[in-house]
């Protein structure tokens, strides 16, 4: 799902191995890879996922300076794809704790069958006051994942406390027996390995009951990564499952499930906007689109939301009445980039038709920036928005 209204065109460790069809096949490997990071919600801690092809143990070692003078042990399950093939792998997880804020380490994972090579991560700074930086992005696929190496180069120089992948991953994981999802998670190692990589389902992982998303990632909380919330710097951010409301074969309890979590979620982040004025959702499936096909976002009520007020059109970002969307669908993949309607729908802002990314900073209670990245214009920035709020708190929608 490549759709753009401000349109803009995962400490664990997970090992998998691609083994190969033709030829002599290849034994087994222990040796991780597919590393990334995702952020467990408690402060000074760290997940770490990676795959490995042979059950090994779950190891870490973890260091301020040399040599590797901390280690963690974890688990690990087996995850066998809902494809022909019946592909096993298996997903280690481990769970790093007092972590000290702002602090760089440096990591390996494995065991002593095989090893990674080492990488880097900053551990979050705890409590609200100070300034967070993401990437955010839906929409990458394993083949044309064209934001994809600028954003390695942003990682590299330090740019970004943490990303956020809203939906769509690989186009598919589960394609070819999942060796797409083994592909995808290798290409993005060099970003979701020092970062913390926090994700939500699209409809693109819909298959076997989103079984890959579901193994493949860590997230907070208890639901598979469906829908969790976590806090960073001056900001309650909500991840939430807009495909509960499509794939209802899955089960409708999943439907109301959510909504009364979300419900209570949203009452105690609304109750604690004196300490986290901000309130940021995402969720794969936007609310509202000006695109030229038949999505759900078209039309005038969707399944996700219905319509609300906006705010004056001189300042439209200055103390808005309503929740601010932003539409980041277009970091690459196979399907390339969702046309628009001819002329854009009420709702609509701006409309930029090329590949490329969202930073967000969350500057303090009162400010976030927000820039577009053209990847087609060798990362011009062809939007800029300050979104300004009153000390009682705003919502936003990505």
């Not at 030829?23 to 990334?36: M, N, W």
């Not at 982040?269 to 000006?290: E, L, Q």
């Not at 038949?294 to 059109?313: A, I, M, Y």
């Not at 802002?349 to 500057?363: D, N, P, Q, S, W």
């Amino acid at each position: 799902m490549c759709s753009f209204p401000r349109c803009w065109a995962c400490c664990c460790l997970l090992l998998l191995f691609s083994l190969e069809v033709q030829g002599s096949p290849k034994p087994p490997s222990a040796a991780p890879e597919q590393v990334h990071l995702s952020y467990s919600g408690e402060p000074g801690s760290m997940t770490v996922t990676w795959t490995t092809w042979v059950p090994v143990p779950s190891e870490y070692g973890l260091q301020p300076s040399e040599p590797l003078p901390f280690q963690a042990r974890g688990t690990f399950s087996p995850f066998v794809d809902g494809g022909i093939l019946r592909r096993k792998l298996y997903i280690h997880r481990v769970s790093l704790q007092g972590l000290l804020p702002g602090v760089q380490y440096v990591y390996r994972c494995g065991s002593a069958q095989g090893w990674s090579r080492r990488f880097r991560f900053r551990a979050l700074k705890n409590g609200p006051h100070w300034s967070p930086r993401l990437a955010v992005f839906g929409d990458l696929g394993a083949d044309n994942p064209r934001a994809l190496p600028r954003l390695r180069r942003d990682t590299l120089q330090g740019m970004y406390d943490a990303v956020l992948h809203v939906g769509d991953f690989a186009y598919n994981m589960d394609q070819d027996n999942a060796r797409v999802g083994d592909r995808f998670m290798k290409l993005i190692e060099p970003v979701a390995a020092s970062l913390p990589y926090m994700t939500c389902p699209g409809n693109h992982e819909e298959r076997y009951n989103f079984s890959n998303y579901k193994a493949r990632f860590s997230m907070p909380g208890n639901t598979e990564g469906l829908w969790y919330s976590w806090d960073l710097g001056p900001a309650h951010i909500i991840s939430f499952s807009t495909e509960v409301y499509f794939f209802l074969h899955y089960g409708r309890h999943l439907v109301e499930r959510q909504f009364h979590w979300l419900e209570s979620d949203l009452q105690k982040a609304n109750k604690n906007r004196a300490v986290r004025p901000w309130i940021i959702t995402m969720g794969h499936r936007p609310m509202y689109c000006s695109n030229a096909d038949l999505d759900d976002c078209t039309w005038h009520e969707s399944k996700v939301s219905t319509p609300s007020l906006g705010t004056s059109q001189e300042m439209p970002y200055t103390h808005p009445r309503g929740p601010v969307h932003i539409i980041t669908g277009s970091a690459g993949c196979e399907e390339l980039l969702t046309p628009f309607t001819l002329f854009p729908r009420p709702w609509s802002a701006l409309r930029v038709k090329e590949y490329g990314y969202t930073r967000l900073h969350i500057l303090n209670g009162t400010h976030v920036h927000i820039q577009q990245v053209s990847d087609d214009q060798d990362g011009k920035i062809v939007d800029d928005v300050w979104v300004v709020r009153p000390l009682l708190g705003r919502t936003m929608y990505l």
